[in-house]
């Protein structure tokens, strides 16, 4: 009988934890099941004798996955992979998967959920701005781009992208405009969204001289990972224009200079919730279910990363 083990320091919706248990319950194996853990002893302990693991931002680090002897795949509720060590997985030949698409609204609507509050002051009883007629840089669009510009077109926003994977046609299709490069998206747009994946190419990516590209009022929005910022050049654009503005779902390292120095000009979630619905987490957790069922059954690998 295999054996899975639920790994999320950061607990799903108790409905989701039910839905994947009876696809493990149906096709007859043990769930374990590991929340809010604060001590790495108590994943490393839990991981000893599983087969397959689900998880969310929780690190499934070289120790972890060295410790796993009877590991055969690792499935990321979600879509970002950056908190696996996918060289360890691979050397252990463990399979790595990822739940592309699955929580992207519930980050979507957090994404937009965050404009409107930064744009209304944080609700602080004094005017604020609107949305529509406003320009929105899209950075990456993947699934959770896609439906961010969906939703802003909704609030009558002016929709505009830049992705070098994507054919512009398939964009445009959308009804969204195709700029040529990303510092011409920080020039047009008034507020940019930042879809990007964390990996070597990206980050600290997000610097000083592009934020300085985006027009007086220029909002930078991150529910993407905090490692892609740059946080000496966001510090810098925060103190050189008073008119900046940032909003992300987890807060920079630099979080105590904000509270200290830019009071309302920014707003950070306390802990990661872009994905954090219970709908995200039946539809990732239901899909890392049946991903892990179909690999350990049929050998089936769609969705695999490594
Ligand atoms: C993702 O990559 O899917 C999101 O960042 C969600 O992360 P979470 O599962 O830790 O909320």
Sequence with gaps: MAKVLIATEKPFAPAAVNSIKEVFNKAGYETVLLEKYTDKADLLNAVADVDAMIIRSDKATKEVINTAKNLKIIVRAGAGYDNIDLEAATANNVVAMNTPGQNSNAVAELALGMMVLIARGGYNGKPGTELKGKKLGIHAYGHVGKLVGNIAKGFGM?????????????????????????????????????????NDKTKNSINFNLL?????????????????????GLLKIMETRNDFKYVSDIAPDCKDIFAEKYESRFFFTPKKMGAQTAEANINAGIAAATQIVNFLENGDVAFKVN
């Excluded at 700029?179 to 011409?184: G, I, L, P, Y």
């Design 212 to 232: 300085n590209n985006m027009p007086e009022g220029g909002t930078l929005i991150n529910t993407a990972r905090k490692e892609v910022i740059d946080e000496n």
């Design 158 to 198: 002016e929709v505009y992208a830049f992705d070098p994977f994507i054919e512009s046609s398939v964009i445009e299709a959308d009804g969204v405009k195709v700029v040529n490069s990303v510092e011409e998206l920080y020039k047009t747009c008034n507020y940019v969204s930042l879809h990007i994946p964390a």
